[in-house]
Structures are given as C-alpha cells and as structure tokens.
C-alpha cells in the first residue's frame, strides 16, 4: 500500500469534509451571527460532541484497532468478526443508556458546562432543549467510530473520511430550508444534527456488508462482556479517555468560562476552533487514521526497523505541512474570518474578536497536529499509562495558562492555553518514544529544518505583504470579490513555499512510502 498516495486520498475526503464544514459554519455566520442563542446552541452540541470523541472515536478508537488488528493478523476473519460483534453490542447499548441519562440530566449538564448562560435571558432553556434533542447523536457516533475502525483496519479509508460530510450537509439543509420555518431558528440546527447522526450510521453499513463485518447486536446488553477481547478494549478503553481526550475536556472547561466572559465569546472561540480543525483533520487526523493500522501490523509483525520508519515519515510530513499552515493562519486571520463568516448577522466586531482566538490556536497548531501523529505510537503497542500520565500533566498545565492569559486576552487566552498545551504534549510524547527507543530519527533532520524554515519565512512575507493588500472588512458587500482576493493570496503562498521547497531540492518521491 502506498502511504503517500492513500495519505491523499484520506486527505481528499477530508477535505471535502471539511469544505462543507465551513460552508455550513459560514451559512451559521449568516443566518445566526454570534450572540446568546448561538452560544447555547455551541453549548448543546459540545457536550455529546465532547462525549462523542471522549468514548467513541478518541478512547474506544485507539483501544479497539490495536487490537482488532491483532485478531485479523493473528487468529483471522471469524474471530475478527466475533470480537466486533462483542464490542458494538457494548459500546451501542452504554451509549443509548448515556443518552437517556443525558436526557434526563440536560438541565445540570448545561449549568455545570455553562452556567453563565442563565444571564442571557432564554437561552439557557434553549440550550437545555438542543442538548436533549442531540443527545441520541452519540449512540449514532459510536457506531460509526467503530464502522470507522473495522473499515480502517481492513484499509478501506474512504468511507470513514467522507462519513462527516453527511453532517455537515444535513446542517446545511438545515440552516437554509427549516430554518425558516421555525418559531426558533437556532432549533433546526439541533434536529440537523440529529438527521445527520442517523444518515452517518447509514453509509457505514453497506461498507462493512462488502468486507463481512456487519456487526450482529443483540437485545442482551450484556451480551459479549465474557469475550476477553472485549475486556481487554475495555480495560484499555478507561485510561485511554484521558489519554486523548485532554485537550477535549480543556475546551469544555474553556467552554465554561467563556460563558462568563462577553457575550458571544462562546461563538467566537468557536468559529476559530472550527478554521484551526481544517488543517487539524486534513494532516493530523488523515496521518493518525492510516498510522495507527499501519504501525500495529508493524508491531504484531516484531518489525522495530519499519514502525520507527514509519514514525520518521508521519513527522516528516508533519513538519512539512503543519508549520507553513500554521503560519498562514495566523497571518490571514482576519482574511479568512471576514471571508467565510463576515455577513448577514456577523458584524464586524465578531470577525475582529473571532480572528483573536484563532491567531492564539495558531500558536499551538503544530503540537496539536503533533499530539495525532505521535500518540498511535503509543496506541499501537497498546500503551496507554504514558500518554494518560502525559494528558493528566497537560490537563492541569493549561487551566495553569488560564489563569495567565485569560485575563491579559480574554477569549484569545483560552485557545492560547490549549495550543502550548498541546506542544507541552507533543513534547512529552516524543521524549517518551526516543526513551524507549521506538523511534530512531533517520539521518538529515537537520538539513530538513533549515530548508523547510527557510520556505516558510518566505511565504509568510508573501502572505503579509498579500494580506495587507485589501480592506477585507469594507468588502463586505463584494463577497465574491473578497473571496477571490483570498484565493489569490493562498494560491500565491502556496506556489511560493512549494516552489521554494522544489528550488532547495525537496521532491515528491522522498516522501514515498509503502505500508507492509
């Protein structure tokens, strides 16, 4: 398997994920602006979002596949197929129940995440509303993080990398088509989410029908606990919901002293949150998802050589990517803010306060794309008191970095905090590997840097010098205008920093590789 090529087409998906994604955020913009409702419904959808990646896709994903690819590398397709059906009867049934206690407990749930919301008039209800509506999404996305599993183990990428893009097409249709239809709008982006979950469930199983692995649930929620694959997910399951999902449970925490800042702080870390997750998904998450199977095949086979290998490539590519990304964000901050969300309720101060977060995710961007890349090295040799320990240290250390910068930056000093917070975990990932001697950089990391940092000092004069071009809050009434201006300057940075690449001898076929 070329890893470069699937690398793309992963990438491909993603980006079409993506793409929607900030095409629904920017109807959003438009037909909701950033104020008390748009709060409570960012509110609403974080908590079984947050939920979401604590027990399905983040834990459960790096404490399942491991381990599924032991079962098919090692004992074949009956067992694999025995231990899925185990494992989606539990992880379906604990959801549904989560959900109905989600349900239940709305009220609580949304004064503990955002208590500040009760000083906005009705939107505390509103989001108490949007919370139970949304709450059942979670039992829809663990069966698809698990689909995502299965498929991903047998290689087949694509399915799992578009399956997002239903959700956000669902919130689209939402915005422009219910929306109007309701007493109160912000309610049709609950029930989009909702739809959306069901129609993410539904493009799983054709995909797990053609490779034999439809899981089988049973009505016995207790049905598969014997299995000792199961309690081995399990296990590994409990210390890995800290392990990944530090910088999750730092946004809710986040969450809730925005909601005691200015009203709409809130919607304006989220927006930048949603600008930072673009290159986050397109690299960070596209390389963790084709790793992880690539480097437990590696470790199940007792190959050091090719799971160090494939580590040097992943960071590689890393560095490569994420650094003039992150440069770019932080330089075009306001460009892009004001291209995607400056219109219709988005005022000005919102794209102004909104670019403010996202220029301090920037920061940050690198260890957050690092942190994906580094922890399946970990994942793979089913190792998960490290990164726990690490998370836990990274927990503590950002609410630290809160008390500093919130103060100084409000809004900006929460997306701040998780950035160096998760280079502070990227840092200690890394030394933990090089300690036990996992990985072994391979010669020319120096020559590497100085050439990549030479390009990307190049194309951020570029991006400057091209941002400083337009009034891109005055071109307001010329949307297509703006948004061609923006793509001019991308483009034109773009072609500079792989043209520079190219001249300082950087070439596609060294970044080839071939996953055994």
Known sequence: MNLLRTLAAVSSMTMLS??????????????FGAGAYTDAFNVAFRIPNLLRRLFAEGAFSQAFVPILAEYKNKEGQEASRTLADHVANCLVWAT????????????????????????EGGAFDAAVWMTRLMFPYIACMSFVAMAGGILNTWREFKIPAFTPVLLNLSLIA????????????????????FVGGILQVAIQIPALVKIGMLPRLSINPAAGLHDPGVRRVLKKMGPAVFAVSAAQISLMINTSIASHLREGSISWLTYADRLMEFPT????????????????????????????????????????????????????????????????????EAAMMSARPLIAYAAG???????????????????????????????????????????????????????????????????????????????????????????????????????????WLALRPHPFLRAGALLLVVSVCGAVYFGALFALGFRVRDFRRTGK
């Open 281 to 348: 998904a397109l690299l960070g998450v596209a390389l963790g998802t084709i790793l992880l199977p690539s480097l437990s095949k590696a470790n199940v086979d007792g190959d050091p050589e090719e799971y160090s290998a494939l580590l040097d490539w992943g960071l590689r590519l890393t560095f490569l990517l994420a650094i003039p990304a992150a440069v770019g964000l932080a330089v075009l901050a306001l460009p892009l803010i004001a291209t995607l969300f400056h219109y219709g309720h988005f005022t000005d």
């Open 18 to 31: 993506r793409v929607t994604g900030l095409l629904r955020e920017s109807l959003f913009a438009r037909a």
């Open 174 to 193: 939402g915005a422009l088509f219910l929306a109007p239809l309701l007493e109160q709008p912000i309610y049709a982006q609950a029930i989009a989410v």
């Open 365 to 471: 961007l690198v260890g957050i794309i690092l942190v994906k890349t580094l922890a399946p090295a970990f994942y793979a040799k089913q190792d998960i008191r490290t990164p726990v320990k690490i998370a836990l240290l990274v927990l503590v250390a950002t609410q630290l970095m809160n008390l500093v910068f919130v103060p100084l930056i409000e809004v900006a000093g929460l997306a701040l905090s998780i950035g160096l917070a998760a280079c502070v975990n990227a840092t200690f990932l890394f030394i933990g590997l090089r300690k036990r001697d996992v990985y072994r950089p391979l010669p020319g990391w120096t020559r590497f840097f100085v050439k990549l940092l030479i390009a990307v000092a190049v194309m951020a004069v570029v991006a400057w010098l091209g941002a400083q071009q337009f009034d």
């Open 96 to 119: 549904l129940l989560v959900s109905a206690l989600g349900i239940i407990g709305a009220p609580l749930v949304v004064w503990l995440i955002a208590g500040g919301l009760a000083q």
